[in-house]
């Protein structure tokens, strides 16, 4: 079943890259309290995320930020250091956090996976952004067919939060 507005976030294991290395961190830390902003990516280093989906966020976290929003999330299922690396790579400063779901457990406990093993890519997240305040989904924008980057951008939230 898919996570709709009005549900709450369940808790899995993801994953975030520290100095330390890479370190767990349950879904419920990091998006239980204030107003949190994730979108999900297909896969970090694809077109479409690397061209349109990060760099939406990345031209928009100030105005996120200025909106009411406590933090800005980036979900993959990818390896933590592919998602540093994709962060690095993209100026992605402290105002996104970049986090591994390497396993796709969130992805699953939210209904959003999707089976891109045609394209070698295995199981991975459909696109999607929502808004989270104080552990409870209150804005759900997924793309319809899970790869496009229509309705799920920086700019479509900021539009939706106004609303």
Same mark, same amino acid.
């Given at each position: ?17 520290? #100095? =330390? *290395?890479?370190?767990? $961190? %349950? %879904?419920? #830390? ?5 107003? /949190?902003? /994730? ?14 989906? @990060?760099?939406?966020?990345? +031209?928009?976290?100030? +105005?996120?930020? =200025?909106?009411?929003? +406590? ?24 105002? $996104? ?6 396993? &796709? ?5 939210? &209904?959003? %996976? ?18 989270? #305040?104080? *552990?409870?989904?209150?804005?759900? @924008? ?7 980057? @229509? /309705? %799920?951008?920086?700019?479509?939230? @900021?539009?939706?939060? =106004? #609303?």
């Amino acid at each position: 079943m898919t996570i709709s507005i009005g549900d709450r976030i369940p808790d899995a294991t993801l994953r975030i890259v520290t #100095e =330390a *290395g890479p370190e767990p $961190i %349950s %879904s419920g #830390e990091l998006l239980a309290s204030g107003r /949190v902003v /994730v979108f999900a990516v297909p896969g970090a280093f694809t077109p479409t995320c690397s061209q349109v989906h @990060l760099p939406s966020y990345v +031209d928009t976290a100030r +105005d996120l930020s =200025a909106a009411g929003v +406590d933090r800005i999330v980036c979900i993959a299922v990818n390896d933590p250091f592919v998602l540093a690396a994709w962060g690095a790579a993209h100026g992605v400063g402290p105002e $996104i956090t970049m986090v591994s779901d390497g396993n &796709g457990e969130f992805t699953e406990a939210i &209904g959003m %996976s999707i089976d891109a093993s045609r394209a070698g890519m295995g199981l991975r997240s459909k696109r999607y952004a929502m808004v989270i #305040e104080d *552990g409870v989904v209150t804005t759900f @924008l997924p793309e319809e067919d899970g790869f496009s980057a @229509l /309705v %799920s951008t920086g700019q479509c939230v @900021l539009d939706a939060m =106004a #609303e």
